[in-house]
């Protein structure tokens, strides 16, 4: 590639121009610029559209951006501007900036604290992904060639002194010109950067250099920071009085990526959830996520925290639901087929299925969802103890949605066969998310049949929450992860289902038309801590009865053990009254 360049008309007649080698100060002047023009057309595109001005207004402050950013840039690399240092920083920016410039084009996203975080803790599989050949040719011809031509130009630094004396003229012609700009388009400046803070998120490499550094704060030692413990205290109610012989098994399946608008027991025209339609399930309609993304939304929504008070790094510090579980004496288990629980599971049992996978139902380290349920009666028989089980699904995880679905289950065709979305059709990728949704409900089926099976050995329930939503082309956005205030509807509006044994609510005495007729009320993730208390009867002094969805639908506590009585009884089947399309 050398050799190549090197031979190149306008490289030699760079040399022939500097044969000393190129002055340090411009050098940073052109970087800055390249930076600019290269990598930050959707920032400027962005800015046009939200400033609201046309003609030689519009024209004039765009330049005045275009020059604000290019002197900054340049006052940035100017202060680095040492031997040994420039080259690799500047290399590093110009590859780091081309892949963070291709994915927020092709997915039309924003790099903040939490995308990054969610590149941090994907795991090889996912990366691979999302890796094609569009996005190595973009990197190649504007990330690889021109930080190889920055390697093979010789710069001219100049003497100690006259470093200096360029660092200090420099900041002192960039206060000038930033002086000079905010005199004439403060109010415009202020304006737009205070009532729209997300455009920070598109300004190549500010956004993904302030993410990594935000990400990576939460990982410093904090002095002042002690492992808070939660529900140390927790206690099984009155409603486990009665003795039984039966083991109270409550599944929590966490979802991936589902979005409920896509939903039909929710309304959606496609037959995307016939099995669960035909159970006794109860459909919540109106349910937010915590996030936009997993590495938020799980944690979150294990939290006793709600979102709005949420910090992932103090969460780090703080038990959580399984904890409080724990505390009160059941035996919990995280069953991963995913990334990973992100922090959740790290003090109670945890399985992957990449560790010990399915043979039938995995290949090239990857595993479909009903491999969560291999051997899954052992694991739960091998304790006398009830027991929570945590389920994390693979679930809808895009971009590559045709590789979550086995071939029987791929019902709506054509569906997009690449993970490079910009080459299907709003259709075709629409046809490939759905399938996934058809294949969750068909995993979620297996879930609640395994259990009924086993109803004279457990009284069980299941929830189903996904952790966040999808964007599939709406308002040109792809994929996830928007930052939460500005995300639509897609990415936070997920499903939350419910499914409980005869056994289980006649064991907690629960009146499911109650739970129906709360179907469409709003609640969501912030929900679910107090409410898997309630459904459980876990008493703690942490409890709020006011987060828990069960609140008002449990008889009192005296008529508990009546009604478990009469759940050993034959009875017949009610017909449900949840499979309605709202």
Known sequence: MQRILSQRPEFKLFLEKFPAGCPSWLFTLL?????????NGSFFTTVDKLHGMSGIESLTFMVSIFIFFWVLFNL?????AVPYVLKPITIFILLASSIATYFMHAYNIMIDKSMIQNLMETDLQESQELLNLSVVFYVLFKGLLPAVLVWMVPIRYGSILQQGLIKTATALITVLIIGVVAMFFYQDYASLFRNHRYIRN??????????LESYAKQFLPKSDMAFKQLATDARLGSAWNNVSDRKVVAVLVVGETARSANFSL???Q???????????IVSFTNFSSCGTSTAVSVPCMFSIKGRSDFENSEE???ENLLDALKHAGFRVLWRDNNSGCKGVCDRVEFESTSRHPAPSLCEDGECFDMALLDSLEQEIDASDKNTVIVLHQKGSHGPAYFLRVPKEFQKYQPQCHTNQLQECSRGEITNAYDNTILYTDHFLSEVIQFLKQRSNKYDASMIYVSDHGESLGEHNLYLHGIPYMLAPEEQTHVPFILWMADGFTSRFAIDKECLINKRQDHFSQDNLFDSVLGMLDVETGIYRNDRDIFNGCRAPSNTVIAQQSASSAPQQKAPSTTQEKL
């Open 202 to 211: 598109l300004i190549v490499p500010v956004n993904y250099m302030y993410s």
């Open 266 to 268: 929710n309304g959606y």
């Open 316 to 318: 780090r510090y703080t």
């Open 76 to 80: 940035i690399l100017t202060l680095v």
């Open 270 to 280: 496609r037959e995307t959830t016939p099995a669960l339609e035909a159970e006794d």
């Open 31 to 39: 970087v800055s610029a390249y930076l600019l023009i290269a990598f």
